[in-house]
């Protein structure tokens, strides 16, 4: 496999239920993407854009089919092993930002770096450092309630870059933001991609996929279109 593929999915299948109650979430899929690549997988409500991103983010694991985490091979790892594998091999953002209420967005932010054995002083730096990048240097002692959503998304996306995980998964990280903000939020998640982190996006919305740099779309659980250009998103809608 080469150095520069960091995710490798072979005939992966996800199947749901067995006989005549059967369902193939996915079927046959098989796709890579490289390191330092900003891609969205896309597709419609049912098409199994969100079952592959819990494959690739190990909350889940293929029915059958391999799947290489930068060069490991993780498909079939105990809960144990893939637990170990998100915190230190992938980020996530989601759409609702689960920030923890009680805890300053530095608290918030040093969470993941508890779970991997960091010492607290370069917790503390690091998750600093984080909110820095993300424009909040400012607001580290601030609880969520006291940040507009943007800023909280912002906290969130900080806190998922601050154990530098080989794969950014964001999961509909704008869905529950206005178009203003949306845009500020996907401006980091490019400026994150320059500075070489791979980043991963699962949207349904097309104007979210069109800021990244390829599209892999998902139509009945198989891959429709494993390269697709965003500039001819609206052609394939159409199809």
Known sequence: MPNSVIIRLEEVYKIYGSGETEIKALAGVHFTVDKGEYCSIMGASGSGKSTMMNIIGCLDRPSSGRYYLDGEDVAQLSDSALAHVRNRKIGFVFQQFH????????????????????????????????????????????????????????????????????????????????????QEILNIFTELNQSGMTVVMVTHEPDVARCTRRIIWFKDGQVLNPNMNPESLTQLQTA
């Open 99 to 182: 920030l923890l209420p009680q805890l300053t967005a530095l608290e918030n932010v040093t969470l993941p770096m508890v779970y991997a054995n960091v010492p607290d002083r370069e917790r503390q730096a690091r998750a600093a450092n984080a909110l820095a990048r993300v424009g909040l240097a400012n607001r580290m002692n601030n609880k969520p309630t006291q940040l507009s959503g943007g800023q909280q998304q912002r906290v969130a996306i900080a806190r998922a870059i601050v154990n530098e995980p080989v794969v950014l998964l964001a999961d509909e990280p704008t869905g529950a933001l206005d178009s203003h903000t949306t």
